[in-house]
């Protein structure tokens, strides 16, 4: 509250709270001494008139003589403060009274002799004896009787006229303590003016000089303290105004050098305009270039890789097939360059788009180390993978780079790696609801790194080992490209290495899960039997067993085939039998003789046997196994090989030329458009030789006449051609599909472009798909299988397989048709129908769901989905059924829900028929 009070206000506290005070203090006391002054007075004197009326009225009293006392009662009224006196005989009765009836009690007490007093509010009432010695002050004195009671005087004195004079003194003494104090308090104001006043004009002036009125200034204030004061803010006005015409004068200084290079700047900005307009048309030429250089480059390679292996199925001989090797190889690495410098100028110039799809992670390590297994065999490495199986392996992510990091990586350990071991482990570092942080790492046996070839590892064009004794191939842009991709899916890439002791590099990842389960259950085939392991390298059994163990199988390790066979023959006796033995053997374990002679006494003993060797040495051990393409694999073991494998022994399948001969499959009709003659040769070449009828054009305007004269399955269109391209001729076919009735004819695109979102142009243009040149027998096979559901083979008889013999109806599981669809591969038809048959009980669900709350749409959608994932199966009457469903759907026809009736029949016969081949 204080802290609030101006100066002014606090002058006038200061002097008046004070002085309040202690006037209050001293008023009150001296006002309380004066009463009780008067007080004692008024006492002493009712004592005094008392004594001295006991002489005057002895002789009255002493001859009971009332007139007398009536006459000296009166005359003792006139005194002041006296309100009434009475004479009482000795026994108090009463002789004489003048003035009012006394306000008090007589007073009681004391021996009779002394003065007597009762004190009340308004009147004190006194009572005194008078004895005969009173009577000596008169003249007829009695000397005798002097101490005889003659009677008593009774007084009493009224305190009015005592407090009257009380209060005037207080009274006087407030109007001293005001008036002191009002001269007081105008000298606080007289003096708070005094100081109040300076202050306000020190106030004033800071104000004016805050508000920029620079020239103000104090005058003298008359104080020395405010003096000073005045002057060192008069000094500080002076100080303030030379740094303002000081700031003026750089401010107007500042502002023309600011105009000048504003002008600078934007002619520096004209420039800088210009130079990004010509550094865009640089990037753009550039892109141009290496898409054009790209085009040109793999087009010419797809020639020569492309006839390198038709001439290689030629007859030549071993010198010619050798040559043809060479370059065969010399193409790869050539290729595998240009892929690498357009890699690293897409991800330069933020162009590399990553894609996002579901993946087996296990898979992809695998088929890594399977494309790269040869080279590590030439060189008689062990090349291994362990998938930790805390891992979870269905997941979503761009596999494709993935595979391209790995491989990197992969290929580094084997060309850096002279003996030894090199092995890909993946683990789980943390595991999320919806994602995993994974840890991939290649680690191998090889020269390991110094501490500065690790600092320059990740540049581009470098390499960790420059020196002429080094081994020759590589651009110094893998692992660049690697780091890139890494940081781009948001992780990390790093090595960890000693030298002459090898190397481990390292990749940590983020990745989401997929919302299907990746994980392959055990074939309820193989649950439970029991297998041996003989491989003399330590981790290479590990994995193997950790594989075995994956597909259901009660695994034991051995570390010898004599260990195996002793094995065996305990087990056969105690009634508990190996149904497998896996033998992992190289030419220095184990020789092609050897084994085939253990093979012969495992399998006498009732144990069915597969053996694993190196790519490179497999060719030494065909001759001597009985059955050596159903029992010999190559290192590293696949899982999902060898579990089909295994199963192959257990529920043999009919030789797939059998199965070819009953699939009774058309040959498919295909239109080849390109401007290149090799290339056109290659392709018509490829197709014809696996079973397709080609027709091959050269320029866009005879395919746009030829599709309109002839029916194809399939065309194969060259993107980059004279007059009209391929863009321009697919958006002109379908241009004249638009008025004719019947399915759109799928359009495949044929580009050597690797550049950024070539894909997304070309599928605007209206094509389907597209593929990379150069072009492979494997590509063109899954492409005519994707878009046509006809596998490329010798074209057999053309039957209907769908109908059971003797019957109209349609087959519910037709694993001829299946195997055909999958290009006569076992496994791949396998892997489509247990795929379709998982999704079958959600698909019946949500297609029941949908028929429920009446959504047309999500039937449909539901509908053309499974109709879909039923086009790479052998299920003819669900396939049917979904055709049938999907069309009355569209048409909105009346006929529908039995159509979805149906449906769900054919879904219910597939699930149970499943059931019973499981």
């Given at each position: ?8 206000s ?7 709270l ?31 008139i008392?004594?001295?009326?006991a002489?005057?009225?002895a ?6 003589a ?22 009482l ?16 009690q007589p ?19 006194y ?22 009671l ?43 003016r005094?100081?109040?006043g300076?202050?306000n ?10 508000d ?13 303290e ?16 030379s ?29 800088l305009d210009?130079a ?6 640089a ?13 040109e ?12 292996h ?5 007859e ?8 043809l ?20 100028s897409?991800?330069?110039a ?7 799809i ?7 390590i ?11 065999h ?8 362990l998938v ?38 993946a ?35 470098s390499?960790?080992?420059n ?12 692992l ?5 991709l890494?940081e781009?899916?948001?992780g ?8 002459g002791?090898g ?9 989401p ?25 330590d981790?290479?059994?590990q ?24 094995a ?6 105690a009634?508990k ?15 092609p003789?050897?084994l085939?002679?253990?093979l ?7 144990c ?20 050596a ?16 494998l ?31 003659p ?24 005879t ?10 399955d399939?065309?194969l269109?060259?993107?980059?051609m ?23 004819l ?10 950024a979102?070539?894909k ?21 096979a899954?492409?005519v ?14 039957r209907?397989?769908?109908?059971l ?11 001829e ?31 029941q ?8 749409t ?7 989905r499974l109709?879909g ?19 009355l ?7 529908a ?18 059931r019973?081949?499981?």
């Open positions: 509250m204080l802290d609030r009070l101006g100066i002014r606090r002058v006038l506290l200061l002097a008046l004070p002085a309040s005070l202690m006037a209050l203090v001293l008023g009150c006391y001296f006002t309380w001494l004066q009463q009780s002054d008067l007080r004692t007075q008024l006492l002493q004197r009712g004592k005094m008392a004594e001295q009326l002489p005057l009225a002789p009255a009293l002493a001859r009971q009332p007139a007398q006392l009536e006459r000296i009662a009166a005359q003792a009224l006139e005194q002041s403060d006296v309100r009434a006196v009475a004479f005989a000795a026994d108090r009765t009463r002789l004489a009274h003048a003035g009012p009836s006394m306000l008090n007073p009681s007490g004391g021996t009779g002799t002394q003065l007597l007093q009762r004190t009340g509010n308004d009147a004190t009432r009572l005194m004896p008078v004895f005969g010695h009173h009577r000596d002050l008169a003249t007829d004195a009695v000397p005798a009787e002097a101490e005889r003659l009677g008593w005087v009774e007084i009493e004195l009224s305190h009015d006229g005592t407090l009257l004079r009380g209060y005037r003194n207080l009274f006087t003494s407030l109007l001293l303590i005001l008036a002191c104090l009002s001269l007081t308090a105008l000298l606080a104001l007289r003096m708070s005094t100081i109040n300076p202050i004009r020190i106030k004033h002036a800071v104000n004016q000089l805050k920029g009125h620079l020239d103000e200034r104090l005058p003298a204030m008359g104080s020395h405010l003096d000073e004061l005045a002057g060192g803010i008069n000094r500080m006005a002076e100080t303030l105004h740094a303002h015409e000081e700031l003026q004068h750089s401010i107007d200084q500042a502002t023309e050098d600011v105009r000048q290079n504003l002008e600078t700047i934007e002619i520096q900005n004209i420039e210009m990004r307009k010509e550094a865009l048309e990037s753009r030429i550039k892109s141009e270039f290496l898409a054009n250089m790209s085009h480059i793999r087009t010419p390679l797809n020639g020569i890789l492309g006839f390198t038709l001439l290689q199925k030629s030549l001989s071993p010198r010619q097939l050798d040559y090797g060479t370059i065969e190889k010399s193409a790869d690495n050539l290729l595998g360059i240009i892929n690498e410098i357009l890699d690293f897409k991800i330069e933020g162009k590399l788009v990553l894609d996002s579901p993946f087996n992670l296990r898979d992809l695998q088929d890594t180390l399977t494309i790269l297994a040869p080279a590590a030439a060189k008689q490495l062990e090349l291994l993978s930790y199986r805390d891992t979870p392996l269905s997941l979503v992510g761009d596999p494709l780079r993935l595979k391209q990091i790995l491989t990197n990586l992969v290929s580094n350990a084997i060309k850096f790696t002279r003996e030894g071991t090199i092995v890909v482990r683990m789980l570092d943390d595991e999320q609801e919806d994602s995993v942080q994974l840890r991939i790492s290649v680690q191998d046996t090889g020269i390991g790194l110094s501490p500065q070839d690790v600092r320059t590892l990740f540049q581009a064009f390499q960790a080992d020196s002429l004794s080094r081994q020759p191939g590589g651009t110094g842009l893998g660049v490209i690697s780091k890139r890494i781009q899916m948001g990390e890439i790093g090595v960890d290495s000693t030298p002791e190397s481990q590099f390292w990749i940590s990842l983020n990745l899960k997929a919302h299907d389960d990746g994980e392959e259950q055990p074939l309820p085939a193989l649950l439970g039997r029991r297998v041996a392991i003989v491989d003399s390298h981790l290479a059994r994995a193997l067993e950790h594989q075995l163990e994956d597909c259901g199988l009660s695994v034991t390790l051995f570390s010898s085939c004599e260990q195996l066979l002793q065996v023959q305990a087990a056969n006796q009634g039998p190996f149904d497998f033995a896996v033998l992992g053997v190289n030419l220095g374990s184990l020789g003789e050897q085939g002679q253990y012969q006494q495992l399998e006498g003993l009732g069915q046997c597969v053996a694993l060797c190196p790519t490179t040495e497999q060719p030494l051990y065909l001759p001597y196994l009985p059955n393409h159903g029992q010999l694999l190559a290192k590293p073991t696949c899982t999902r090989k060898i579990r089909r295994l199963l192959e022994l257990v529920q043999p399948r009919r030789p797939l030329s059998e199965q070819r001969v009953n699939s009774g499959q058309r040959v498919p009709k295909i239109l080849c458009v390109d401007d290149n090799a290339n056109l040769l290659l392709v018509q070449t490829l197709l014809e030789g696996m079973g397709a009828e080609v027709l091959a054009v050269d320029s866009g305007y395919a746009v006449q030829v599709v309109q004269d002839e029916p194809f399939l065309v269109m060259d993107v980059q004279p007059g009209m391209d391929g863009r321009a001729c697919t958006e002109q076919i379908r241009r004249w599909e638009s008025s004719q009735s019947g399915q759109p799928p359009i495949v695109a044929l580009t050597a472009h690797a550049m979102n070539e997304r142009a070309l599928l605007h243009s209206g094509m389907d798909d597209y593929l990379t040149k150069p072009i492979s027998e494997r590509q063109l899954q492409v299988m994707k878009w046509t559901g006809l596998s490329l083979g010798a074209p057999p008889p053309e209907s397989p769908e109908r013999p003797d019957s109209g109806e349609l087959k519910v599981l037709d694993p048709e299946g195997l055909r669809l999958a290009a006569g591969k076992p496994d791949l038809a396998a892997d489509m129908l247990a795929m379709l048959l998982a999704s079958l009980a959600a698909d019946r669900e949500a297609i769901a949908a028929r429920n709350a009446a959504d047309r999500a039937i449909i959608e539901r509908v053309h109709n994932a039923s086009r790479y199966c052998g299920v003819p009457q669900l396939r049917a059924a979904c055709q049938r469903s999907e069309t759907l569209k048409q909105d026809s009346p006929q829900q039995a159509a979805l009736d149906d449906l769900d029949l054919a879904i219910e016969r597939l699930a149970e028929q499943a019973q081949h499981a």
